[in-house]
């Protein structure tokens, strides 16, 4: 999985081309490429141990969402995502990574 290896331009490459994107603190919608560079930034900081997903649903709006536990060497965030489908594809619309209390 890309999130475990801390590859983000294959995490990248599922985007929407917007992203409502938090890392830590900062919350915004970015254009795909934007979304890519700060995901690259936060693992280069950020190194991936492990990913283990917790828990995933489905939304009314017909929206997969997925939470789980992002372990780096650094510390453990919670890592949520939501997927719509597009192009008869699912893709990424928003991403958050939040540390851990």
Known sequence: ???????????AL??????DLTVETSEDVYSKDQAEMII???FEDHV???????HEGKSKLD???YIG????????FR????LKKSEDK?????MRIENTP
């Open 1 to 11: 999985m890309a999130i475990k290896s801390g590859d983000s331009k294959k995490v």
């Open 14 to 19: 599922y985007f929407m081309p917007s992203v």
């Open 40 to 42: 690259r930034r936060f």
């Open 48 to 54: 991936p141990k492990s990913f283990a997903l917790q």
């Open 63 to 65: 929206d997969y969402y």
């Open 69 to 76: 536990t992002l372990k780096t060497e650094e510390g453990n």
């Open 79 to 82: 890592l949520t995502f939501f």
């Open 90 to 94: 699912f893709r990424i619309k928003q």
